[in-house]
Protein backbone atom coordinates (compact mmCIF):
# COMPACT_ATOMS: atom_id res chain seq x y z
CA UNK A 1 0.00 0.00 0.00
CA UNK A 2 1.64 3.23 -0.73
CA UNK A 3 2.13 5.83 2.06
CA UNK A 4 3.24 9.42 1.27
CA UNK A 5 4.44 12.13 3.26
CA UNK A 6 4.26 15.76 2.93
CA UNK A 7 7.03 18.03 4.08
CA UNK A 8 7.85 21.31 3.26
CA UNK A 9 5.04 23.69 4.70
CA UNK A 10 5.98 26.71 7.15
CA UNK A 11 5.15 30.44 7.88
CA UNK A 12 6.12 32.86 4.77
CA UNK A 13 5.26 36.22 4.18
CA UNK A 14 3.12 37.19 0.91
CA UNK A 15 5.25 37.37 -1.93
CA UNK A 16 7.52 34.58 -0.54
CA UNK A 17 7.96 31.05 -1.74
CA UNK A 18 8.37 27.76 -0.14
CA UNK A 19 8.65 24.38 -1.99
CA UNK A 20 6.30 21.42 -0.65
CA UNK A 21 7.48 17.54 -0.86
CA UNK A 22 5.69 14.12 -1.32
CA UNK A 23 7.56 11.66 -0.55
CA UNK A 24 6.72 7.86 -1.37
CA UNK A 25 7.11 5.05 0.84
CA UNK A 26 7.79 2.45 -2.31
CA UNK A 27 9.59 2.60 -5.92
CA UNK A 28 6.93 2.23 -8.09
CA UNK A 29 5.26 5.96 -7.68
CA UNK A 30 5.86 6.15 -11.34
CA UNK A 31 2.91 4.69 -11.61
CA UNK A 32 0.81 6.56 -9.72
CA UNK A 33 -0.72 10.51 -10.62
CA UNK A 34 -0.02 12.44 -7.64
CA UNK A 35 -2.63 15.11 -6.94
CA UNK A 36 -2.06 18.14 -4.67
CA UNK A 37 -4.85 19.24 -2.33
CA UNK A 38 -6.03 21.76 0.40
CA UNK A 39 -8.35 22.83 2.71
CA UNK A 40 -8.38 26.58 4.42
CA UNK A 41 -10.18 26.78 7.47
CA UNK A 42 -13.69 26.78 7.91
CA UNK A 43 -13.41 25.93 3.93
CA UNK A 44 -14.12 22.22 1.61
CA UNK A 45 -10.66 20.44 0.39
CA UNK A 46 -9.90 21.70 -2.63
CA UNK A 47 -7.85 20.63 -5.94
CA UNK A 48 -4.76 22.40 -6.43
CA UNK A 49 -2.45 20.98 -8.82
CA UNK A 50 -2.11 17.10 -10.47
CA UNK A 51 1.05 15.35 -12.35
CA UNK A 52 -0.16 12.24 -14.75
CA UNK A 53 1.35 8.75 -13.66
CA UNK A 54 4.67 9.92 -16.58
CA UNK A 55 4.75 13.35 -15.87
CA UNK A 56 3.68 14.46 -19.53
CA UNK A 57 1.00 16.26 -18.15
CA UNK A 58 0.66 18.51 -15.49
CA UNK A 59 -2.38 20.49 -14.46
CA UNK A 60 -3.22 23.38 -12.23
CA UNK A 61 -6.49 25.23 -10.57
CA UNK A 62 -6.82 29.08 -11.92
CA UNK A 63 -6.20 30.51 -9.11
CA UNK A 64 -2.72 29.36 -8.76
CA UNK A 65 -1.67 29.36 -12.61
CA UNK A 66 1.96 31.09 -13.16
CA UNK A 67 2.54 30.61 -9.24
CA UNK A 68 2.73 26.93 -8.90
CA UNK A 69 4.62 24.12 -10.59
CA UNK A 70 4.19 20.43 -10.14
CA UNK A 71 6.94 18.24 -10.68
CA UNK A 72 8.07 14.95 -10.04
CA UNK A 73 11.73 13.21 -9.60
CA UNK A 74 10.48 9.22 -9.50
CA UNK A 75 13.97 8.30 -8.84
CA UNK A 76 13.46 10.24 -5.44
CA UNK A 77 10.33 8.49 -5.41
CA UNK A 78 8.58 12.19 -4.83
CA UNK A 79 6.61 15.01 -5.78
CA UNK A 80 7.05 18.72 -6.03
CA UNK A 81 4.57 22.00 -5.75
CA UNK A 82 7.15 24.37 -6.27
CA UNK A 83 4.53 27.83 -4.55
CA UNK A 84 5.80 31.12 -5.63
CA UNK A 85 4.72 34.66 -5.05
CA UNK A 86 2.58 33.04 -2.28
CA UNK A 87 -0.96 34.79 -1.75
CA UNK A 88 -2.92 35.07 1.50
CA UNK A 89 -6.18 32.70 0.58
CA UNK A 90 -2.81 30.15 -0.52
CA UNK A 91 -3.27 29.68 3.38
CA UNK A 92 -4.48 25.51 4.36
CA UNK A 93 -3.26 22.30 5.01
CA UNK A 94 -1.54 20.70 1.90
CA UNK A 95 -2.14 17.02 1.47
CA UNK A 96 -0.68 14.62 -1.14
CA UNK A 97 -3.06 12.22 -3.01
CA UNK A 98 -1.72 9.63 -5.37
CA UNK A 99 -3.75 7.19 -7.47
CA UNK A 100 -3.00 4.32 -9.54
CA UNK A 101 -5.73 3.79 -12.34
CA UNK A 102 -6.32 7.73 -12.54
CA UNK A 103 -7.07 8.81 -15.98
CA UNK A 104 -5.29 11.72 -17.62
CA UNK A 105 -9.03 13.18 -17.98
CA UNK A 106 -9.67 12.62 -14.16
CA UNK A 107 -6.03 14.60 -13.10
CA UNK A 108 -6.82 17.77 -16.02
CA UNK A 109 -10.14 18.29 -13.79
CA UNK A 110 -8.24 18.35 -10.28
CA UNK A 111 -9.48 21.51 -10.04
CA UNK A 112 -13.01 20.21 -9.49
CA UNK A 113 -11.87 17.59 -7.60
CA UNK A 114 -13.01 16.74 -4.08
CA UNK A 115 -10.02 13.91 -4.52
CA UNK A 116 -12.45 11.56 -4.23
CA UNK A 117 -11.27 10.02 -6.81
CA UNK A 118 -7.55 9.12 -5.17
CA UNK A 119 -7.06 6.07 -3.30
CA UNK A 120 -3.67 7.36 -1.08
CA UNK A 121 -3.82 10.48 1.05
CA UNK A 122 -0.57 11.77 3.14
CA UNK A 123 -0.92 13.45 6.59
CA UNK A 124 -1.09 17.29 5.29
CA UNK A 125 1.62 20.01 6.18
CA UNK A 126 0.37 23.31 6.78
CA UNK A 127 1.17 26.64 4.93
CA UNK A 128 0.57 29.89 6.34
CA UNK A 129 0.84 32.94 4.71
CA UNK A 130 0.73 36.43 6.57
CA UNK A 131 2.67 39.25 7.26
Known amino acids: QLQLVESGGGLVQPGGSLRLSCAASESSLNYYAIGWFRQAPGKEREGVSC????????NYTDSVKGRFTISRDDAKNTVYLQMDNLKPEDTGVYYC????????????????????????WGQGTQVIVSA
Open 97 to 120: AGDLFLSFAACALVARSDGNEYDY
Open 51 to 58: ISSSGSST
